[in-house]
């Protein structure tokens, strides 16, 4: 399994950034995809989460109605459009899936919202 995320950077608070995850090794198609993060200090979180054909998605509330995650399973990937950012939303974001009872993390891509 490898996952490998674009797409960070840093942005002025209410900017816009999109994050890309590339996956491979595994069925994409047939597995839940999710991207998480994790701020200095703070543990992990769920930001958003995808079921394999799209028809259901779970966000965290910090999020709602401002991140939009999406997939395309022709290319194998899964999307982040992070709009509206906050200064809070500054973290290391990570693709993750869990693969036959095997959790996998991408490297993760930074995320800086800041004037």
């Known amino acids: 399994v490898q996952l490998v995320e674009s797409g960070g950077g840093l942005v002025q608070p209410g900017g816009s950034l999109r994050l890309s995850c590339a996956a491979s090794?595994?069925?994409?198609?047939?597995?839940?995809m999710s991207w998480y993060r994790q701020a200095p200090g703070k543990e992990r979180e769920l930001v958003a989460q995808?079921?394999?054909?799209?028809?259901?998605?779970n966000y965290a509330e910090s999020v709602k109605g401002r991140f939009t995650i999406s997939r395309d399973n022709a290319k194998n990937t899964v999307d982040l459009l992070m709009n509206s950012l906050k200064p809070e939303d500054t973290a290391v974001y990570y693709c993750?899936?869990?693969?036959?009872?095997?959790?996998?993390w991408g490297q993760g891509t930074q995320v800086t919202v800041s004037s």
């Open positions: 090794g595994f069925t994409f198609s047939s597995n839940f």
């Open positions: 993750y899936v869990s693969y036959r009872g095997r959790p996998s």
């Open positions: 995808i079921s394999p054909a799209g028809a259901y998605i």
